[in-house]
Antibody, heavy 123, light 112 residues
Framework: QVQLVQSGAEVKKPGASVKVSCKASGYTFTSYGISWVRQAPGQGLEWMGWISTYNRNTNYAQKFQGRVTMTTDISTSTAYMELRSLRSDDTAVYFC????????????????WGQGTLVTVSS | DVVMTQSPLSLPVTLGQPASISCRSSQSLVYSDGNTYLNWFQQRPGQSPRRLIYKVSNRDSGVPDRFSGSGSGTDFTLKISRVEAEDVGVYYCMQGTHWPGTFGQGTKVEIK
């Protein structure tokens, strides 16, 4: 069965970086991309970006451009999301989700999600 | 970015009664291929989002048939025909037609 298992909770100081992992199993890793979505405490869902596990192309939401890097390691079927220059308002649960980018450039999927990783930014 | 506006933001419902959530987009969600990429998600407390509906009205496997999605263009609705206790949670619409994907603010469904 398809599973996305994320790394554990992190506590970081303002200005630091965090790298969250998302390990996939139960399917061919390079057949689907990974999107990252975050959720601040008590708030809604916010799309951060997408990475193709096939060719490592990325597309980031403008809000995170310059601060986020999404990568993959196909040898371990793991996707990573690194966020730099952390601020208190980056405190959130970060989710990965499996997606598919079609020939029409549309991202579909979001059926399989990781369990979420809480990142707390506090001095 | 496309703005997704849900209403109401809070929806107290009596068990067994219907519920309806509206989602409006700031631009048409009809893509050039003729499809409309509008999803609905349910998020129960402490859980990851669960996709219920894709492309406006297609129910995912395992989703009870009391959930239905409808709409077109910029105006969409999620309906629960008879609310059950397990339906408590926050419901989000999300558009995938335009980059970046964007979510509505969420509608909290609770039992009266």
């Amino acid at each position: 069965q398809v599973q996305l298992v994320q790394s554990g909770a992190e506590v970081k100081k303002p200005g630091a970086s965090v790298k969250v992992s998302c390990k996939a199993s139960g399917y061919t890793f390079t057949s689907y991309g990974i999107s990252w979505v975050r959720q601040a405490p008590g708030q809604g869902l916010e799309w951060m970006g997408w990475i193709s596990t096939y060719n490592r192309n990325t597309n980031y939401a403008q809000k995170f451009q310059g601060r986020v890097t999404m990568t993959t390691d196909i040898s371990t079927s793991t996707a990573y999301m690194e966020l730099r220059s952390l601020r208190s308002d980056d405190t959130a649960v970060y989710f990965c989700a499996r997606v598919l980018r079609g020939v029409n450039n549309i991202l579909t999927g979001y059926y399989y999600w990781g369990q979420g990783t809480l990142v707390t930014v506090s001095s | 970015d496309v703005v997704m506006t849900q209403s109401p933001l809070s929806l107290p419902v009596t068990l067994g009664q219907p519920a309806s959530i509206s989602c409006r987009s700031s631009q048409s969600l009809v893509y050039s291929d003729g499809n409309t990429y509008l999803n609905w998600f349910q998020q129960r407390p402490g859980q990851s989002p669960r996709r219920l509906i894709y492309k406006v009205s297609n129910r995912d496997s395992g989703v009870p048939d009391r959930f239905s999605g409808s709409g077109s263009g910029t105006d969409f609705t999620l309906k629960i025909s008879r609310v059950e206790a397990e339906d408590v949670g926050v419901y989000y619409c999300m558009q995938g037609t335009h980059w970046p994907g964007t979510f509505g603010q969420g509608t909290k469904v609770e039992i009266k």
